[in-house]
């Protein structure tokens, strides 16, 4: 028999609109849901252990790290990541960084998890850019977009190792065969773009290691045109928030147009247990969060507001990625690109 | 009694996917409507009289212009313009440059009508870079994406006076006093952003002409934050694309989601009015098409898949332009800039 394998994933206790209570719960649930999962709840110790009384699970499998302080949105990332030692996001990727966990997932802010994860964690050799790549639900399944972080003003060698650290992890974490690769741009052909994506484009189209099918307009994401979605930062950052943002009117504006009338207030209550369904289809989260690409360890963002449901899949998450070992496929796919 | 003013409006006829029938159509609605508005089809003159035969309409008020060429959507904007001299879109245009005329609409290629305002119509005094400004829906009406036109790259000087120029639209065209002006940022605090942003930010902070109210993330737009929405041409090309494509894509999963079983269904027809109803609101071409600003009389492009009720609308949008001496204040507002 095959031995299993351990997944050790230090998980923020402290990160996120709903934490400590949410964050605990979601992982009580990963380890009840998988047995492959250890877990190491990092922050307030005190705080944590009253938590977990509640819960029936494998003592073994989850163990507590205290951490004194919380690093909040509020803080200047780097900063707060310098002076805060004793928070739970350091802590927490210090046992990445010394071998002692395989993978951080943090509900906490964004800001502190990019620099924490170049700090501590530190980056897979040859990688230049380590990039924050969350799943945007399409009709089709869901697409990877590939750079959402830290990295504005991003140079074209970056947005090249983006697709192939997306192509790996699509393929291996995911499950998609050979996934397309398509970089943003503002229309269909080689000769448009601006200067980076005109920079980019040739080299991607000369990659062979990856599945480019060229440019993809934006409004082609949302129908899954494209497995992984290759940008700069600021432009991926756009992307997403505003996917987040018009789901959210728009789903806001149909409701409000169902209670408008006591005709479309039945036809509400009717069509409700379908929309669900369909409204579940588009909803991400049950992939987990975005992970950082690159570094000597998984780190993954998961929402500001998330809920035990989407922590627990951030960390089942981390399973396939330790079990596909995906850092060696990245610095392997990156060490490609070093010797063309 | 106050004289009335006569907007005179250049169509072309031949451009957009439902030319000549749908534009005509709109072309006699706008006339009809109001009857400040004198038209110019230009196109194809058999083909429009033959369509225009089928209205009953005030017969002074539309003109014919013959072009013998139409520049298509496939042709390189530029070689079409200089090459396509008895096109529909350089006559037209060639009519605003003249003074035979105070706007141009036109459904077809936004690449040769951006290349042909610049090339024909020409800039204003001291305008840098025309930006093309779509009116994207909001929950709160509709606010003002300046720029997503061919300006990629654009520098930090040429966003000032689009923030300028937006503010003198939305002020005197769709009517808000004291627009909202935000920059399109990746976080709220001032020190977030690309190169350009950071740049930019500061310079709209110390600009007394606009309302500026600092950063907007994308998240925000869809709500109505800002009415002036401020971006270099990639990033706008971007926002006004997932815009649609999601709208799209939402829409299209809600409807199949309520075509999934019998109960869903009929709930489906019981909210179907109501919806139609929301739906319409968050529909921008009552509106009508996108405004280029910056230029030496108006350039309207509308939607290439409009039809006749956004061709109308277009036109009518104008009245406003004309009235209102758009020109004359963009003129102005960017002078101020010039002397700072």
Redesign the interface.
């Known amino acids: 028999m095959e031995e299993q394998t351990i997944v050790r994933v230090a998980v923020d206790a402290m990160g996120g609109d709903n934490a400590p209570a949410e964050i605990i719960k979601g992982t009580v649930l990963a380890v009840c849901e998988d047995n492959r999962v250890h877990a190491v709840l990092v922050g307030k110790e005190e705080v944590i252990r009253e938590q977990l009384k509640q819960y029936t699970y494998d003592r073994e499998r989850i163990t507590v790290v205290h951490a004194e302080e919380v690093i909040t949105n509020e803080e200047a990332p780097v900063m707060a990541v310098r002076r805060k030692k004793d928070s739970s996001i350091v802590k927490a990727m210090t046992l990445v960084k010394n071998n002692e966990a395989d993978a951080f997932v943090s509900a906490g802010s964004t800001g502190a998890v990019l620099v924490g994860a170049q700090l501590i964690v530190g980056r897979l050799p040859g990688v230049e850019r380590p990039p924050l790549a969350p799943l945007l639900p399409?009709?089709k399944g869901v697409s990877l977009l590939i750079d959402c972080g830290a990295n504005?003003?991003a140079r074209a060698s970056h947005l090249v190792q983006f697709a192939k650290m997306g192509s790996v992890y699509m393929e291996n974490v995911i499950g998609i065969k050979n996934p397309r690769v398509a970089i943003?741009n503002?229309g269909a052909e080689e000769e448009k773009?601006?200067?980076l994506?005109k920079e980019t484009f040739p080299l991607l189209k000369n990659c062979n290691e990856i599945n480019f099918i060229g440019s993809i307009?934006?409004?082609?994401?949302?129908?899954g045109y494209a497995d992984v979605i290759v940008c700069e930062?600021?432009?991926g950052?756009?992307?997403?928030?505003?996917?987040?943002?018009?789901?959210?009117?728009?789903?806001?504006?149909?409701k409000?147009?169902?209670l408008?009338?006591l005709?479309?207030k039945?036809?509400?209550?009717?069509?409700?247990?379908?929309?669900k369904?369909?409204?579940k289809?588009?909803d991400s989260s049950k992939y987990g969060g975005a992970p950082m690409l690159g570094l000597k360890g998984l780190v993954v963002k998961t929402h500001g507001n998330s809920k035990s449901d989407e922590v627990k899949n951030s960390i089942l998450q981390c399973i396939a990625f330790k079990e596909q070992n995906i850092s060696e496929k990245i610095k392997s796919s990156i060490m490609v690109n070093e010797n063309d």
């Open positions: 399409t009709s504005v003003d943003v503002i773009g601006n200067a994506v307009e934006a409004r082609e994401i949302p129908s930062a600021f432009v950052n756009v992307i997403l928030k505003l996917y987040e943002g018009l789901a959210a009117t728009l789903i806001g504006e149909i409000k147009g169902m408008s009338s005709r479309s039945l036809g509400g209550l009717l069509v409700k247990p379908a929309l369904e369909t409204l289809d588009l």
